[in-house]
C-alpha cells in the first residue's frame, strides 16, 4: 500500500543515488526522475503480481501488435490509477514541490503519429483496467514524432529526443532479447524422412532487446505490459573477420541494427513503399512472435492449441508480416505441416482497417520484399496460391476476381489482402466505416467471407482524457453523480438531470471558463496572442490532411474577417480559432495549409480595425500532453472531413466528453455522437457519404460553377492569388487555390468537396453562433454532450473485441496486505 513518508523518503534517497545530489540541489528534471523512480517502485509489486496470477490462471491473452502507441506522458496518470494522485501531491508539497510542475518536465512518448496510435495506447489503459491479459507489441523508435516548430509560419520539423535523459517508466530485459535475420536466400534441404527443410543462409541479423512499460490498470492492482524492442548488432564487431572478408557484412550488421530503430515514419495515412519501414515491421513482428511461442510453450506442450491461448491483433496492415512470421516458425521451427499450421494461424490472428484512403494501402513491390524476407515471401506465394484456388472455385472463370483479390498481383504484395484472407476477423472502427468497407472497398472480400467483418466503433479513455485531462469538471460530475463513471461511462448519462438546472449550468459554464482561461495563458505564452476567454473557442486538432478539411476551416475565417470589413456593425460574436497540426515532413500540400493558417492569424490579429472579434491561433507542436488542456477549454469541436474519409476519428470524443459541441460532417463516429445527443445538440453539415461516393463515381463536379455564381466565395479564392495574405506575393498560395479549380494540373478539382460544402459549413456557423448567444441553451448543450458520451469508452470498445472477437478470460488480482 501506499505510504506518503515512505514515497518521501524513497523521493530523497532518489536524488542521492541517481544524482549524488540532496532535493534542494536538484534541476526540476532531475526532480521528476527522482520522483517516478519512486513510483515505479509503487508500480512494481503490482506487476509482479499481476505476472504471477496469469501464470497460476493462465487466462488467454492478447497481443496487440502495432507500429505505434502514442503514449502521452505516464507520471500522472500512472498516479491516478494507482489512486495515489492526491497523496503524492501532498507528499511533494510537503517536499516543497508542484505535482503539476514536475509531470510538466516528462517527455511525451510519442511513439506514434496520430489516431491509430492513440487508439492503441487507449485500448492498453482499458484492458488493464477491466483485468485482460494483453501485451502492447511495438518498436522503441530513438526518435519518436517529431517536434513542430513553426517559423516565419512554416512548419520545421526538430528530432525528438524523448530518450535524452533516460525514461524511468521503461524496464531493460535483456534476458528476453531474439535474433532477427534479413536476405540471404533459402536453401532447401531433403530430411531422411522425407520431409522438406527451409534454411535461411547468409543472412544479416540484429538482436531485438525488448524495453517493458507497466500499463497501470484503474484501481484493481493489474499491471499489464507494453513490450517495445529496441536493435543492437549481435556480433559487437570483431577485427579478426577482417581477414575473413566478412569484415563487410559486420559493419553492415551494426548499421542495420543502428538505423532499424531509428525513427517513426511521421506519415499518416500514406504509404511511401520504403524499405527499411519494412525492416522495421518484420523487426518486431518477428521478436514479437517469437517471444509469444516462446511464453506459450513454457506451460503448454502441445503447440496445436495455441489459438486457445493467444490471439494477435493486427493493428492496421503494418504488423500483417506476423501471419507469414507465425507460419514460418509453426512450420520451420516446430516442424508441423501447412495445414496445421495455417489452421493455427487463421485462429490467431484478426485485423482492423483503419483507412479507407487508397494512399494508404500498403503494397510491396515483389522485387524488395522477396530480397528482404525470402522465406517469408515464398510463404505469402504459397498463401496466394491457395488463396487463389479458393477463388477459383467460387467464382469459376472469373479472372476479374482473382486481379481484385490475389495478394500478389501486378509485381506486388498487398498486405491488406494477406490480412483479410488470413485472419479470422476483419473490422472497421465506426459504423459507417465498417459499412462503406462492406460494401464499396473490400465488397469483394466481404461477399466471399462474410462472417468475418464486424464492426468495433472505437472509444476513447476517460481516465486520461477527463479525470487526468479536466480534473475540475472530473471533480464536478463525481459531485452529482458519484464516481462510477471513472470505469463505468455508461453511468455519466446521470447528468442529463442537470441540463436545465439553472445552478449545475452555471458551475459547468463556470469550470469551462477556467479551462479556457489556462489555455489562453498557455497560448499568451507560447504564442504571444491575447485570446478573450469569453469569445468562443473554436478548435480543430488533428493531423493536417486534405480530407480532414482545415482547407475548410481557414477559407471560412477569411470569408468571416471579410464580412466584417464589409459591415463593420453587423452582429457578431468574438471567436476564437485554435488550430493544431502536424503536417507529414514530405506532404506539400499540407505544409502550405499550415502557412496559410498562420498568414491570416498574421493579418487578422493584428487588424486593430476589427477590435479583436477573431483571433486565430496555431498551437504550435499539437501532441497528447496538450491536448488534454485544448479539450477541456474548448467550446465548438470541428470535425470536418469529406464525408466517407475519416474512418472513426477519436478527438470527436474527446471533446464531447468535455463538453465541446460538434460542429460535423457525417462521417466516421460522428454519425454515432449525433446518434447518442440527438442532432439538435450538435451541428451537421454537408454532402452525405453517400451523395460523396455518387459524385466521385461520376467523376467529381464543377467547382468553377460555384467560384462563378458566388461572389464571396470567388472574394476568398481571390485573396489567396493576389497577395492578399502574402505581402503581396501572388504565388505563395497558388497551390491552393489551383487545387479548388484545377486550372492545370491532372488531378481533380476539389477533391475534398471544399466549395461544395462551405456555404453549409457557413451556415452552420451561423446556428453556432446563435445558439451561444443564447447561455441557457448553450450550457445545456454542452451538459448533454458530456452525459450522453457514455458509448464512446475505450472500456466499451474494448469489451466487444473480447466478447466478439478475443474471448479472454476476466482477471482479478490478489494482493498482499
Ligand atoms: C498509415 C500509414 C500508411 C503506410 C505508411 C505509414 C502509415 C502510418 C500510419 C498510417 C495510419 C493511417 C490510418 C490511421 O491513422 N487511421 C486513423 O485511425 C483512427 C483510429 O482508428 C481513426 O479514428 C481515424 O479516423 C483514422 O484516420
Redesign the pocket.
Known amino acids: 500500500m501506499f505510504n506518503k513518508e515512505t514515497f518521501k523518503k524513497s523521493v530523497k534517497d532518489n536524488v542521492k543515488t541517481l544524482y549524488r545530489r540532496t532535493l534542494e540541489e536538484a534541476t526540476p528534471q532531475q526532480v521528476f526522475q527522482a520522483v517516478s523512480y519512486a513510483v515505479k517502485d509503487v508500480i512494481i509489486d503490482d506487476w509482479l503480481a499481476t505476472q504471477k496470477t496469469y501464470e497460476q490462471e493462465d487466462p488467454k491473452t492478447v497481443y496487440y501488435m502495432s507500429?505505434?502507441f502514442l503514449m502521452g506522458r505516464a507520471l500522472g496518470n500512472n498516479l491516478l490509477n494507482l489512486m495515489a494522485y492526491d497523496q503524492v501531491r501532498e507528499a511533494l508539497e510537503e517536499l516543497g514541490f508542484d505535482l503539476n510542475a514536475i509531470e510538466d518536465q516528462e517527455p511525451d512518448p510519442a511513439l506514434g503519429?496520430?489516431?491509430?496510435?492513440?487508439?492503441a495506447a487507449c485500448f492498453l489503459d482499458s484492458l488493464a483496467t477491466l483485468g485482460y491479459s494483453a501485451y502492447g507489441c511495438g518498436i522503441r523508435y530513438r526518435y519518436g514524432m517529431f517536434k513542430q516548430k513553426i517559423e516565419n509560419g512554416y512548419q520545421i520539423e526538430v528530432p525528438d529526443q524523448w530518450l535524452k535523459d533516460g525514461y524511468p517508466f521503461e524496464l531493460r530485459r535483456p534476458e528476453y532479447a531474439k535474433e532477427v535475420k534479413f536476405g540471404g536466400y533459402v536453401r532447401v534441404e531433403m530430411e531422411p524422412n522425407g520431409k522438406m527443410k527451409f534454411i535461411q543462409e547468409n543472412y544479416q541479423s540484429v538482436l531485438a532487446i525488448p524495453f517493458d512499460m507497466p500499463i497501470v490498470g484503474y484501481n484493481n492492482h493489474v499491471v499489464n505490459t507494453l513490450r517495445i524492442w529496441d536493435a543492437e548488432a549481435i556480433n559487437n564487431f570483431q577485427l579478426d573477420k577482417f581477414d575473413k572478408g566478412e569484415y563487410h557484412q559486420a559493419v553492415e550488421q551494426e548499421n542495420l541494427a543502428k538505423t532499424i530503430v531509428e525513427v517513426l515514419?511521421p506519415?499518416?495515412?500514406?504509404?511511401?513503399g520504403k524499405e527499411l519501414?519494412l525492416k522495421q515491421q518484420y523487426f518486431f513482428i518477428s521478436a514479437s512472435v517469437q517471444a509469444a511461442i516462446e511464453k506459450y510453450k513454457k506451460k503448454h506442450s502441445d503447440i496445436h492449441k495455441f489459438y486457445e491461448k493467444v490471439t494477435f491483433q493486427l493493428n492496421?496492415t503494418?504488423p500483417t508480416v506476423a501471419i507469414a512470421e507465425l507460419m514460418r516458425i509453426l512450420m520451420d521451427e516446430e516442424g508441423l505441416e501447412w495445414d496445421e499450421a495455417w489452421e493455427i494461424t487463421t485462429k490467431t490472428c484478426a485485423y482492423?482497417n483503419?483507412?479507407i484512403?487508397a494512399e494508404?494501402l500498403?503494397k510491396w513491390p515483389i522485387e524488395l520484399f522477396s530480397k528482404l524476407l525470402p522465406r517469408i515471401y515464398q510463404i505469402i506465394e504459397e498463401i496466394n496460391r491457395r488463396f487463389i484456388m479458393e477463388i477459383q472455385q467460387k467464382y469459376p472463370g472469373n479472372q476479374e476476381k482473382i486481379k481484385k483479390m490475389a495478394i500478389i498481383y501486378d509485381g506486388q504484395v498487398k498486405m491488406a489482402h494477406l490480412a483479410i484472407a488470413s485472419g479470422y476477423s476483419v473490422n472497421g472502427?465506426?459504423k459507417l466505416?465498417t459499412e462503406i468497407l462492406k460494401n464499396q472497398e473490400l465488397k469483394d472480400f466481404y461477399e466471399m467471407m462474410p462472417w468475418k467483418f464486424n464492426n468495433k466503433t472505437?472509444g476513447i479513455t476517460q481516465r486520461r482524457f477527463l479525470l487526468h485531462g479536466n480534473q475540475p469538471l472530473a471533480s464536478w460530475v463525481t459531485d452529482h453523480i458519484g464516481k462510477e463513471w471513472i470505469t463505468d461511462l455508461p453511468q455519466i448519462s446521470r447528468l442529463k438531470v442537470y441540463a436545465d438546472d439553472e445552478k449545475a449550468q452555471q458551475e459547468f459554464m463556470n469550470i469551462k471558463y477556467q479551462n479556457k482561461l489556462r489555455l489562453a495563458k498557455y497560448i499568451y505564452e507560447h504564442n504571444g496572442i491575447e485570446v478573450d476567454p469569453r469569445s468562443i473557442f473554436d478548435v480543430q486538432v488533428k493531423r493536417l490532411h486534405e480530407y480532414k478539411r482545415q482547407l475548410l476551416n481557414i477559407l471560412h475565417v477569411m470569408y468571416l474577417y471579410n464580412q466584417i470589413k464589409e459591415h463593420p456593425d453587423m452582429e457578431f460574436y468574438p471567436r476564437t480559432f485554435i488550430f493544431g497540426a502536424k503536417a507529414a515532413a514530405g506532404y506539400r500540400r499540407a505544409k502550405l495549409t499550415i502557412k496559410l493558417i498562420n498568414a491570416v492569424a498574421d493579418v487578422v490579429n493584428n487588424d486593430t480595425s476589427i477590435g479583436g472579434k477573431i483571433k486565430v491561433v496555431f498551437i504550435e507542436d499539437y501532441r497528447v500532453s496538450n491536448a488534454e488542456m485544448i479539450f477541456a477549454a474548448a467550446d465548438v469541436s470541428e470535425q470536418i472531413s469529406t464525408a466517407s474519409k475519416?474512418?472513426?476519428?477519436?478527438s470527436n470524443m474527446k471533446f464531447m466528453l468535455n463538453g465541446a459541441i460538434t460542429l460535423g460532417t457525417m462521417d466516421?463516429?460522428n454519425v454515432e455522437i449525433v446518434e447518442e445527443v440527438g442532432e439538435e445538440n450538435a451541428f451537421i453539415f454537408g454532402l452525405r457519404s453517400d451523395e460523396v461516393i455518387q459524385y466521385e463515381k461520376n467523376g467529381g463536379y464543377y467547382p468553377m460553377d460555384i467560384f462563378n455564381n458566388d461572389q464571396d466565395i470567388r472574394k476568398v479564392l481571390m485573396q489567396l492569388i493576389n497577395g492578399t495574405y502574402a505581402n503581396g506575393d501572388m504565388e505563395m498560395f497558388r497551390d491552393i487555390y489551383d487545387s479548388l479549380l484545377n486550372t492545370k494540373s491532372s488531378e481533380r478539382a476539389d477533391t475534398y468537396f471544399i466549395l461544395k460544402d462551405f456555404k453549409p459549413y457557413a451556415e452552420a456557423h451561423r446556428q453556432v453562433e446563435a445558439a451561444y448567444r443564447d447561455e441557457k441553451r448553450w450550457a445545456k448543450m454542452a451538459i448533454l454532450n458530456t452525459a450522453s458520451c457514455g458509448k464512446f469508452t475505450s472500456d466499451r470498445t474494448i469489451q466487444q473485441y473480447v466478447d466478439e472477437i478475443w474471448h479472454l478470460d476476466k482477471v482479478q488480482i490478489v494482493t498482499e496486505g
Not at 503519429?113 to 487508439?119: D, E, K, Q, S
Not at 475519416?646 to 477519436?650: D, K, L, Q, R
Open positions: 507500429m505505434e503519429n496520430g489516431g491509430l496510435g492513440r487508439l515514419y506519415n499518416d495515412n500514406h504509404y511511401a519501414r492496421d503494418h482492423t483503419h483507412t484512403m494508404a500498403e472502427v465506426a466505416h472505437n475519416e474512418a472513426s476519428g477519436t466516421g463516429a
